[in-house]
């Protein structure tokens, strides 16, 4: 990009961010950072990301967050209504053909005012609820530490040894508590916290492969035999074709 180009991206300095991108900082409301063009190099609780070209990370209020977009880049950061959170504090989509057409429209008509910008914020809550709908309900731990430890175990590489050494109880206690406070071993909830996860992605139309290494699950064959486990026989069908699975997970080959 030449240096007449680099210049009109500061034209308008508070729509620069679109271009280059930003420091960390957190929103009281959730969020979504949408790639119209390019590449953008996301760090989402400490967790780095990289987005391409019509991808979205979805972020619940409160979530810290940096971004730095690749020369040529343009992405977009719409704020979504209080109640339009994802199912964990963040959701990573695959490419959705309804945001994508949402998010163009935007770029092309450009709406200002609050009545303007109102029709397409609720146009993404739309879009996005059937997505955050989470496949199994979830009780968190209410004791304090133990949410904590909630919150973290859907990380890929966590232990429970690793977590409660982390947090100065024992694993015995927080499996106890997970037991007492959800009605699920700490291994059956994490399973199922995860497989919700992955199933809001394959249901965003992301592949068996992607949402499987975002996960934790690896492999799609892991992934697939977790699901197996856990879903009914119908939804798993539903499931699976929502994804890009099958043909379209050949052409699937970028890194996550």
Request: proline letters at 6%; hydrophobic letters at 45%; glycine letters at 8%.
């Amino acid at each position: 990009m030449d240096d007449s180009a680099l210049r009109l991206q500061h034209l308008v300095p508070e729509n620069a961010v679109r271009f280059l991108g930003h420091g960390t900082h957190a929103h009281d409301v959730p969020h979504l950072i949408h790639v119209a063009t390019g590449v953008a190099h996301v760090v989402v609780d400490d967790i780095a990301m990289t987005l391409h070209a019509h991808e979205s990370v979805w972020l619940a209020a409160e979530v810290p967050h940096s971004a730095r977009y690749e020369q040529g880049s343009l992405v977009l950061g719409p704020f979504l209504s209080p109640e339009s959170a994802p199912p964990a504090r963040m959701l990573r989509l695959g490419v959705v053909p309804e945001i994508t057409a949402i998010m163009t429209m935007v770029l092309g008509v450009a709406p200002q005012s609050s009545a303007q910008v109102a029709p397409f914020r609720a146009a993404l809550d739309r879009a996005l609820a059937a997505l955050g709908t989470s496949y199994f309900v979830l009780a968190p731990p209410s004791h304090p530490v133990i949410a904590r430890i909630a919150r973290d175990a859907v990380r890929p590489g966590e232990t429970l040894a690793g977590l409660a050494e982390r947090y100065g109880v024992s694993a015995r206690h927080v499996q106890r508590v997970f037991q007492d406070e959800t009605g699920l071993s700490f291994q059956r909830w994490r399973s199922r916290a995860r497989l919700n996860m992955a199933i809001s992605r394959l249901r965003g139309g992301e592949s068996m492969t992607r949402a499987a290494r975002a996960t934790g699950y690896g492999t799609r064959s892991g992934l697939a035999k977790a699901l197996s486990r856990e879903v009914r026989p119908d939804d798993l069908a539903e499931i699976i074709g929502a994804s890009t699975f099958g043909q379209a997970e050949g052409r699937d080959t970028r890194s996550a």
